[in-house]
């Protein structure tokens, strides 16, 4: 059974930074396809930042220049530095993984809540 494992959210002042891990258990992250997306009540969910095939990594434009989605290859964590912080950022924050040859996200963590305040 394949779970994934998100931490590091909190509440922090906008122009803060926040670190958020997703660690997996019966997958291994690194040899495929994930993403951070965030999703606030009542709005649909955004694609925050993906590591697709090869390694190629996309930012959502909210956040390009301040976010930074790596992986620690040794342990195995997907991580999602976030600096620059603004309220808007508020969401809860998802790992998500798939197969690269697969077209839909078919795992996904139970969330972690971010939190900015101005």
């Known amino acids: 059974q394949v779970q994934l494992v998100e931490s590091g959210g909190g509440s922090v002042q906008a122009g803060g930074s926040l670190r958020l891990s997703c660690v997996a258990s019966?997958?291994?992250?690194?040899?495929?396809?994930v993403a951070w997306f965030r999703q606030v009540p009542g709005k649909e969910r955004e694609g925050v930042a993906i590591?697709?095939?090869?390694?190629?990594?996309t930012y959502a434009d909210s956040v390009k220049g301040r976010f930074t989605i790596s992986q620690d290859f040794a342990k195995d964590i997907l991580f999602l530095q976030m600096n620059s912080l603004k309220p808007e950022d508020t969401a809860m924050y998802y790992c998500?993984?798939?197969?690269?040859?697969?077209?839909?996200?078919?795992?996904w963590g139970q969330g972690t809540q971010v939190t900015v305040s101005s």
């Open positions: 019966g997958f291994t992250l690194l040899a495929n396809c």
């Open positions: 590591i697709g095939a090869y390694s190629t990594t």
């Open positions: 998500a993984a798939r197969r690269c040859w697969e077209s839909e996200y078919n795992y």
